[in-house]
């Protein structure tokens, strides 16, 4: 997991697009290869597997860069779909540059930091003070 935190951490030194989207996918290939991992003969790892990891990595590491706030502050005021770089990635990365591999680990970025910010006891399906206990047990 060490490498999968500084391969995203990196991101918050970065200034071209390419650069902070290298680090994306630098980040992608280290969930891909932890998800294969698990995988069998039979199935090999997929979004079932790689997206959860994706999301643990980014609530773990919280690049100031992917955040606009603290980790601590996560749940009340960070708009994750308006996730700086990847904003920046996409206004500034010519998008024929984003039709590859950069373009499906933004995509995948975008997906996380949307289910994200969208996160809540009720999408969770859980009880409410189930989810707070357990959010405040995730902060210690």
Request: glycine share 4%; with cysteine.
């Amino acid at each position: 997991l060490t490498m999968l935190f500084s391969s995203i951490l990196q991101i918050d030194n970065k200034w071209t697009p390419l650069e902070k989207l290298d680090c994306m996918v630098e980040c992608f290939k280290c969930v891909v290869q932890v998800s294969g991992l698990a995988a069998t003969k039979e199935s090999s790892a997929g979004a079932d597997e790689t997206l959860p990891i994706l999301i643990y990595v980014l609530l773990k590491a919280a690049p100031k860069e992917c955040f606009l706030t603290s980790s601590r502050d996560i749940r009340v005021t960070t708009h994750y779909s308006n996730c700086p770089s990847c904003s920046f990635i996409s206004a500034f990365r010519h998008s024929g540059k984003l039709l590859s591999e950069g373009g499906f680990c933004l995509t995948n970025f975008k997906s996380v930091t949307s289910f994200i910010e969208n996160l809540d006891y009720r999408s969770l399906k859980m009880k409410q003070a189930d989810f707070e206990s357990k959010f405040k047990i995730s902060e210690e």
